[in-house]
């Protein structure tokens, strides 16, 4: 299991979880869900109490990714599989990323 914080503007919007290849859950933040004025991340996760679920890395997270060349650089410099697109939006979505969203590792311990 993987676990990332997502983050617009720098403030915590909620959790992306990876249980396993074909296994992914995203969460928002009960304070983001709180605060009215705080927008949805994307328009196909509105904001909800809802735990979205999907066998795949949601679009809105793989359309972070880079693509192509760039894609197969990142990969081989970071030593991550090509198709380790949770591992590669980790690795590269932290910082400098195109639009208001970031993403932070949280490291787990649990096996």
Known sequence: MRIARVYRNNLLAGTLIQHNPKSYEFR???????ND???AISLTIPKSQKVY????LFPFFFNMLSEG?????????L???ENDYFGLLLATASIDTIGAI?????MNNKK
């Not at 060349?69 to 410099?77: P, V, Y």
Request: with cysteine.
């Open 28 to 34: 928002y933040d009960d304070a983001w869900l709180a």
């Open 37 to 39: 004025t705080l927008p």
């Open 53 to 56: 679920k999907a066998g795949h």
């Open 69 to 77: 060349a760039n894609r197969k650089l990142q990969c081989r410099q």
């Open 79 to 81: 030593r991550i599989d």
């Open 102 to 106: 970031t993403i932070q590792s949280v």
